[in-house]
């Protein structure tokens, strides 16, 4: 966990840039939904979480605003924030995002001593764990871990009072975050390592909280022999304010008066919750409801109320209408899909048990990899298998779907009626609909076949290097015929070699092309190879299997999972990569790992325009 306190703090040299206007001047922060426990799987990144407030930077022609997340101004009072800003920018336009900190003497942040910060500079440091556009252009869009490296590059030299908020991917141990705990730090934020920066709370980000520490808003207070004696705080929960409970503690003499003199600005005849507190009922002065205040607390009672609660500040960056009470989501429960919405249910139910991988996760990883595989099967013809009571039950192959789903299409072919996906909210439906398989043609709706795939299908017990071989030599004839392949994992035994090609509406010629380059591997080598379907002609040898590109058939689209115990990925692999990546060695998990890298079909479309079957 020590990623997680590195800051960049080196001799600051100004950037030499080009001035370029701000793609936006204002913007709704990304937020984290309160979580019980981390998630832990693939694809997440881990951070502190700050104690301060939170506020994003605009710097445009040498020039900075800070704004907190309820739109106010603070540049005032940050001052030396936003100079330090305008020193590591110089020409450069930006918009950052980050917590405002005053450290405690433990290096931690400590919103009590940010509370009394003067506007000095001294302590104060500006943590920045985002970034939102740079030179002109919105990084909003891309994935965070795009944005963060471009920020730790941002960030090198930067002022004293700048510091680049570290992660590690690794999810903390229950000894790091009880270590964590004992040193006071307010809790830790999971994030998607793909997520793009959305406004609100989606659940691409999860908060974990290692201390009780929130705010709440005032709506009334109690008075003693020396003045203020308590707070009396709420919450929102839908549209009225419930009583919290009091806080009698944290007050130091001078807080007390200035916070005494602003409420008695504020009194109302009215109490403001829902229902009046019993034992407050005439001691209790009522406010109108419009300040919030931070508030440390040891638990709550059985009733839902505060137990030695302590003010720790006012909390004038927060809009008191969206403090609400906040219910933690489960560590598996699945985000909402930024690809529309997209209802999904059962996201608990395990799909595969051996490796314990929910409809959940089943889902996050389709989501994940959905820009990448939606080009290879969007108006494609397609059958799914599906598992309701997944993969080591019964499955279901279904050719067509009854009903609507949303982003599926349907369509009228000569082999009969056929479904499609038409966006990234289809393929997510599908998963919703217990889909496991995605299977596609390989010609598009009413088009022409420009998609060849040879399925390699190895007899039972031949060695790995005998598939690997055969690979390679499928690709080499197809080079012979002028024809560049693409090589990805079945995720079974063997590999698909597939070639893309210009739209032949003549899918006999299409189906004979493939046929022939089956024969000609048996051929040439018929101890090796076979392309007959038969059993006994398979015995020893690689099944070269042609048939995937006859009219109306289908095979395992590029990026699905397969439903199999291993939960394994149907993954394109460089053709560099045939040595070390077997056939099944792609699973869920590692493929979302792969998503994050370059693409190894970046040019798969290119050359599809550009190669026909020669006559």
């Known amino acids: 966990m020590d990623t997680l306190h590195r800051t960049t703090r080196t001799t600051f040299n100004a950037p030499a840039h080009h001035a370029e206007k701000l ?134 030299g930067a002022p004293p009072c700048i510091a680049y908020s570290g992660h590690t991917e690794k999810c903390p141990t229950a000894r790091e975050l009880g270590a964590l705990k004992a040193r006071g730090a307010e809790g830790i934020v999971a994030k998607r390592a793909d997520s793009p ?76 919750f829902a229902e009046v507190p019993k034992r407050y009922r005439t001691s209790a002065v009522w406010v109108r409801p419009v300040l919030a205040a931070q508030v440390t607390y040891a638990g709550l009672t059985a009733s839902g109320l505060l137990r030695q609660a302590s003010f720790q500040g006012l909390r004038e960056d ?55 595989m939606l080009p290879y099967v969007k108006g494609r013809p397609m059958s799914v298998v599906c598992c309701p009571a997944g993969v080591e039950g019964e499955k279901f192959f279904r050719r067509h779907l ?30 919703q609909y217990n889909a496991v398989e995605l299977h596609v043609q390989g010609a598009k709706c009413g088009a022409g076949a420009d998609v060849m795939v040879f399925d390699l299908d190895p007899d039972e017990g031949l060695p790995l290097a005998e598939v690997r071989r055969g690979a390679s030599d499928v690709k080499e004839l197809l080079a012979s015929l002028g024809l560049r392949a693409f090589l990805k994992t079945s995720g079974g035994k063997g590999y698909h070699v597939c070639v893309p090609l210009r739209a032949n509406k003549n899918i006999e010629k299409f189906s004979a092309f493939a046929k022939t380059v089956a024969e000609v ?29 006859v009219r109306g058939a289908t095979s395992a689209a590029p990026y699905s999972v397969r439903a199999r115990a291993g939960a394994t990925v149907s993954m394109p692999i460089a053709w560099e990569e045939l040595g070390r990546v077997a056939p099944d060695g792609v699973t869920v998990a590692a493929a979302t790992e792969r998503l994050r890298g370059p693409d190894p079909w970046a040019d798969f479309f290119d050359v599809m325009r550009a190669q026909t079957i020669k006559e």
């Open 23 to 156: 793609p936006f001047q204002s913007a709704e922060v990304m937020l984290a939904r309160l979580s019980e426990s981390l998630p832990s799987d693939m694809g997440w990144v881990y951070e502190l979480k700050y104690d301060g407030h939170r506020t994003l930077g605009f710097v445009e022609g040498g020039h900075a605003r800070l704004i907190t997340r309820n739109q106010k101004d603070c540049t005032a009072r940050f001052f030396p924030a936003a100079e330090a800003l305008e020193r590591m920018l110089g020409t450069r336009s930006a918009v950052v995002d980050g917590e405002m900190t005053v450290a405690d003497g433990k290096g931690l942040s400590d919103f009590s001593a940010l509370q009394a910060y003067r506007g000095d500079g001294a302590g104060l440091v500006y943590v920045l764990f985002d970034l939102l556009a740079l030179d002109g252009q919105d990084l909003r869009g891309l994935p965070l871990t795009r944005r963060k490296a471009a920020l730790k590059e941002l960030t090198q």
């Open 197 to 272: 920066y959305t406004a609100g709370k989606n659940g691409d980000w999860r908060k974990l909280k290692l201390r009780n520490a929130r705010e709440f808003v005032i709506g009334g207070y109690t008075v003693g022999e020396s003045g203020l004696k308590a707070l009396l705080v709420g919450a929102y929960d839908g549209k009225p304010l419930l009583f919290a409970g009091s806080v009698g503690t944290g007050f130091q003499e001078a807080v007390r008066r200035t916070l005494a003199q602003k409420l008695s600005a504020l009194r109302a005849a009215a109490c403001p």
């Open 318 to 372: 927060k809009d008191v209408s969206s403090i609400e009470n906040e219910a933690p989501m489960s560590a598996t429960e699945p985000y909402k899909t930024k690809k529309g919405s997209v209802r999904l249910t059962s996201a608990e139910k395990v799909m595969f048990p051996a490796s314990g991988l929910t409809k959940g996760e089943l889902f996050a990883y389709y989501e994940a990899a959905a820009a990448r």
């Open 402 to 431: 009854q009903g609507e789903f949303s982003g599926i299409g349907q369509a009228s072919l000569g082999e009969g009626e056929a479904f499609f996906v038409k966006s990234a909210r289809g393929i997510l439906s599908l998963v």
């Open 521 to 549: 591997l048996e051929r040439e080598y018929p101890r090796r190879y076979t392309a007959s379907i038969s059993k006994r002609a398979r015995e020893g040898k690689i099944f070269i299997d042609w048939q995937r590109n």
